[in-house]
């Protein structure tokens, strides 16, 4: 309690103020600043950790709380979430804050701080792999190549890793037009939004990218392949070195991996029952961009009513300047109905599906084209989810019956798995000139909802020019989203609306979030706003 300090010789315990029996109290709040012996640094190892979700303990650099702490705890902690953290502090130091509320208490805390000597951080081992169903097709972007996987041991940083060098030698001419890395930190999961270095060979520089613990980081190697790459061209990458400045951290090559390139969908092609067709059901031509795509792709769906559940898979390739377009051949969104009549649970904790799934397809649009069900046992008739970034739904008609429970569908929904993963958003989702009829929601837009640890929220949604009628609890749902724009919409409630209907629910908007010019009327003309 209070403001306290302690120097540290050795090994000590750290408790809450309730001991390692009982509970901490609303009293136990101060700073408690603990110091190392001469020339050592501070490491806490947590042991047992479990507070009030609102009470955050504050681990800061050094003998203060100036600037951002370097560690946020509440709640429980078990496992591999229990950390083990090393002063980066010129004085070796570090200083806990803790402030309880007045709610409930927990367990609080049990901790080993020792005072130890510094050893820089430094390269243990090195580890580059394929990454799993790794695909190069010509013009693709950004394709993951491989996954580089660095053991860091040591104790005291901040260290840049500035440099990694890779050797392509072997590498077809004309091929390869640069290569890019990411980084995941100490995540297993291919991430393509944390990019640390581009560059046209191997070269990759990766200015201000340091790390301050120890651990297993994972990097994620990925390829520009030339748009006129030649055929039956390869790929060979190794990795020659990293370093820190001009401090060389590895120089052992690893053994070079070897990719080839092969050929993709590109090209128009025809969805329906005439002889003409390419593909007798949507779901046949979704299935075909599984192998990848070497160029835009464009689906025409001949003019019937096609009843099937669709899913469309991650496709290989796909990108800004070979994007996949499904529409009606005839450009009128009343002439492809894409339904499905009957909705069967896998069971309890299984995932959920819509009659239109979206499982990891990036640059994919929907255009006039309707999707419907009479089952009101849908979770959703449309579901993105898997990192689905940049859909669009372009002139459709998305209906169902009015909703009028919890349990109804909601037309369209951005899913996002809870777990503490980021990045795993549907980034860049547009809606665009399109009819929403009935179901309990309309549109529900967002990402991870999780804000300790924080994690890159959804961006980028676009709702514009769109008309919502007859929802049951709300026409826009939006949570967790950044830099939204919502322009132009009518929306109009229905009889079936609940006394809580929203026209609009938007909730931790931030960034450049743009609403303006929609019109929303609540029961049937007796009360209209716009903005």
Same mark, same amino acid.
């Given at each position: 309690d209070g403001d306290n300090t302690v120097p540290v010789t050795g090994t000590m315990f750290f408790y809450d103020n309730g001991g390692p029996d009982a509970k901490y109290t609303t009293d136990a709040k101060g700073t408690v600043t603990f110091t190392p012996a001469e020339g050592e640094i501070i490491c806490m190892d947590f042991k047992q950790f479990y507070t009030n979700i609102n009470d955050d303990f504050l681990v800061y650099e050094g003998t203060g709380t100036d600037g951002n702490p370097r560690l946020s705890l509440s709640s429980s902690k078990t496992g591999d979430d229990l950390p083990v953290i090393y002063s980066n502090a010129a004085d070796g130091a570090f200083t806990v804050a803790f402030n309880p509320t007045r709610n409930n208490t927990n367990d609080g805390w049990y901790i080993e701080v020792s005072s130890i000597k510094p050893e820089d951080l430094n390269v243990q081992s090195v580890?580059?792999?394929?990454?799993?169903?790794?695909?190069?097709?010509?013009?693709?972007?950004?394709?993951?190549?491989?996954?580089?996987?660095?053991?860091?041991?040591?104790?005291h940083g901040p260290v840049p890793f500035s440099g990694f060098e890779f050797d392509t030698n072997g590498t077809s001419a004309g091929t390869l037009e640069g290569? #890019? =890395?990411? *980084?995941? &930190?100490?995540?297993?999961?291919?991430?393509?939004?944390? !990019?640390? @270095?581009?560059? /046209?060979?191997?070269?990759?520089?990766?200015?201000?990218?340091?790390?301050?613990?120890?651990?297993?980081?994972?990097?994620?190697?990925?390829?520009d392949i030339a748009a006129d790459a030649p055929a039956n061209a390869h790929v060979a990458v190794a990795l020659s070195s990293i370093?820190?400045?001009?401090?060389?951290?590895?120089?052992?090559?690893?053994?070079?991996?070897?990719? #080839? =390139?092969? *050929?993709? &969908?590109?090209?128009?092609?025809?969805?329906?029952?005439? !002889?003409? @067709?390419?593909? /007798?059901?949507?779901?046949?031509?979704?299935?075909?961009?599984?192998?990848?795509?070497?160029?835009?792709?464009?689906?025409?769906?001949?003019?019937?009513?096609?009843?099937?559940?669709?899913?469309?898979?991650?496709?290989?390739?796909?990108?800004?300047?070979?994007?996949?377009?499904?529409?009606?051949?005839s450009g009128n969104r009343s002439d492809v109905t894409v339904h499905y009549d009957?909705?069967?649970?896998?069971?309890?904790?299984?995932p959920e599906y819509g009659v239109i799934t979206v499982q990891g397809t990036d640059w994919l649009t929907l255009e006039s084209i309707t999707v419907t069900s009479p089952s009101m046992d849908f979770p959703m008739l449309v579901k993105l989810e898997n990192v689905s970034r940049h859909f669009t739904m372009r002139d459709c008609h998305v209906y169902t019956e009015p909703g009028t429970a919890f349990s109804h569908p909601t037309l369209v929904e951005c899913y996002v798995n809870s777990d503490k993963v980021p990045n795993r958003n549907n980034d860049y989702a547009t809606f665009t000139g399109c009819?929403?009829?009935?179901?309990?929601?309309?549109?529900?837009?967002?990402?991870?909802?999780i804000v300790k640890p924080a994690l890159p929220v959804e961006t980028g949604g676009r709702i514009e020019d769109c008309t919502f009628v007859g929802q049951g609890s709300k026409a826009i749902y939006i949570s967790s989203e950044a830099s939204a724009s919502i322009l132009r919409n009518y929306i109009e409630s229905g009889m079936n609306a609940q006394s809580s209907y929203y026209g609009m629910d938007i909730y931790r908007a931030s960034g450049d979030f743009l609403v303006e010019g929609n019109t929303i009327v609540h029961g049937y003309g007796k009360s209209t706003s716009s903005g």
């Open positions: 580890e580059l792999t394929p990454y799993e169903g790794a695909t190069l097709l010509r013009g693709s972007r950004k394709t993951p190549l491989a996954r580089l996987k660095v053991v860091v041991g040591g104790n290569l #890019s =890395l990411s *980084s995941s &930190l100490t995540i297993d999961g291919y991430d393509d939004v944390n !990019e640390i @270095a581009t560059s /046209a060979d191997g070269s990759l520089t990766a200015p201000g990218h340091a790390l301050s613990e120890p651990g297993t980081y994972y990097y994620w190697l990925r390829a370093k820190s400045g001009e401090k060389t951290l590895f120089d052992s090559a690893t053994d070079p991996l070897a990719f #080839s =390139l092969t *050929s993709g &969908l590109n090209g128009t092609y025809t969805i329906g029952r005439s !002889e003409n @067709a390419d593909y /007798a059901s949507i779901q046949a031509a979704a299935d075909a961009l599984a192998s990848g795509i070497d160029g835009p792709v464009t689906f025409l769906i001949e003019s019937g009513n096609y009843q099937e559940k669709v899913t469309f898979p991650e496709v290989p390739g796909a990108c800004e300047e070979h994007p996949v377009l499904f529409r009606s051949a009957r909705y069967v649970s896998n069971g309890y904790g299984t009819l929403f009829e009935g179901g309990w929601i309309g549109v529900q837009l967002g990402g991870t909802s």
